[in-house]
């Protein structure tokens, strides 16, 4: 708390800036644990330690067929929910001889999708009844792992299941039923089920769910004043539209905000990007341009000087 988070892009190292989300809890006990009781294993078991996790700790676990014949998983039952939920379900991995199949369900009707992690590729088996499947992705976090994720809206019940099921094949439905061989199977970590249509950063918890609140930077006293030009200057953001609630990118103001102040924001006026000044310095008044896209990178720039400002995005006009 109270230091700023920066992400990197975790394949070249290169900075991806300062790292603002909004507050997320991880409703999965145990979340990097496989081997806890929380987690009901079918057809498999659990060795711990078994390779090096993506936050560099000997923490990644191993999921193991046995040779029975059916499915071979783990399972988390009936976290509560509501009604009608948005959830989003992720999971890092790392292939060990089988496919991998995570999924959302109540009683067997819910959302499936199978993982080919070695060829980076995914394959989404038809939502069931009364779920509506959301985004899904694979993304790679270097040393052969990847982030799992899918979300989507769920039924009508007040509990969920989630799973890591192993499959012999890039194909077929909600059941992986084989015989297993006894050795194969996948490298696990860091599940983790939160409330929105998209996945943020990780976060671990133990016997307990966990909240992370949400990130506010803001820069002010000398740090802020040495630089300030009160009569001129130009701001710039970059980010990424994830979901298309109404926010501030990026404001300057005498601290209430509700006086003097710049800004760079998102959704007012019909979801359309926006440069707003309401100043004694400068010109007053609204620039929209464009409408917001869900999954899209803008770039932002407004420019204010005394009497004057102009807004630019994307390198339009």
């Given at each position: 708390a109270g230091v700023a988070r920066f992400d990197c892009d975790p394949l070249t190292g290169n900075s991806l800036g300062l790292l603002i989300e909004e507050s997320r809890v991880n409703l999965l006990t145990y979340s990097s644990?496989?081997?806890?009781?929380?987690?009901?294993?079918?057809?498999?078991?659990?060795?711990?330690?078994?390779?090096?996790?993506?936050?560099?700790?000997?923490?990644?676990?191993?999921?193991?067929?046995?040779?029975?014949?059916?499915?071979?998983?783990?399972?988390?039952?009936?976290?509560?929910?509501?009604?009608?939920?948005?959830?989003?379900?992720?999971?890092?991995?790392?292939?060990?001889?089988?496919?991998?199949?995570i999924s959302m369900d109540n009683a067997g009707n819910g959302l499936y999708t199978i993982f080919d992690v070695l060829n980076n590729q995914y394959n989404n088996i038809a939502a069931s009844a009364g779920w509506t499947r959301g985004q899904t992705s694979i993304v790679s976090v270097g040393d052969g792992v990847y982030r799992c994720i899918i979300s989507g809206t769920t039924d009508t019940s007040l509990s969920v299941n989630v799973r890591i099921t192993l499959a012999t094949a890039f194909l077929g439905g909600a059941n992986q039923n084989y015989t297993g061989d006894g050795y194969s199977g996948i490298f696990t970590w860091g599940a983790q089920l939160e409330a929105g249509s998209f996945a943020t950063s990780y976060i671990p918890t133990v016997a307990s769910t966990v909240?992370?609140?949400?990130?506010?930077?803001?820069?002010?006293?000398?740090?802020?004043?040495?630089?300030?030009?009160?009569?001129?200057?130009?701001?710039?953001?970059?980010?990424?539209?994830?979901?298309?609630?109404?926010?501030?990118?990026?404001?300057?103001?005498?601290?209430?905000?509700?006086?003097?102040?710049?800004?760079?924001?998102?959704?007012?006026?019909?979801?359309?990007?926006?440069?707003?000044?309401?100043?004694?310095?400068?010109?007053?008044?609204?620039?929209?341009?464009?409408?917001?896209?869900?999954?899209?990178?803008?770039?932002?720039?407004?420019?204010?000087?005394?009497?004057?400002?102009?807004?630019?995005?994307?390198?339009?006009?």
């Open positions: 644990d496989f081997s806890n009781a929380v987690w009901l294993k079918t057809g498999a078991t659990i060795t711990t330690a078994a390779i090096v996790a993506p936050d560099g700790t000997q923490t990644g676990q191993s999921l193991v067929e046995d040779t029975s014949t059916g499915e071979h998983r783990l399972r988390v039952i009936t976290i509560t929910k509501t009604s009608n939920q948005v959830l989003t379900y992720s999971v890092y991995v790392k292939p060990n001889g089988r496919y991998l199949q909240t992370r609140a949400a990130d506010n930077a803001s820069m002010t006293g000398t740090n802020f004043s040495s630089w300030w030009n009160q009569s001129q200057g130009t701001m710039y953001v970059e980010y990424d539209t994830f979901g298309l609630a109404t926010g501030y990118i990026f404001t300057i103001s005498e601290g209430s905000g509700s006086v003097n102040y710049i800004s760079l924001l998102k959704g007012i006026s019909g979801l359309t990007n926006r440069f707003t000044t309401v100043s004694t310095s400068v010109s007053q008044g609204n620039i929209d341009i464009g409408s917001i896209s869900l999954n899209t990178n803008y770039k932002l720039i407004g420019s204010y000087i005394t009497n004057n400002n102009n807004f630019c995005v994307n390198g339009g006009t």
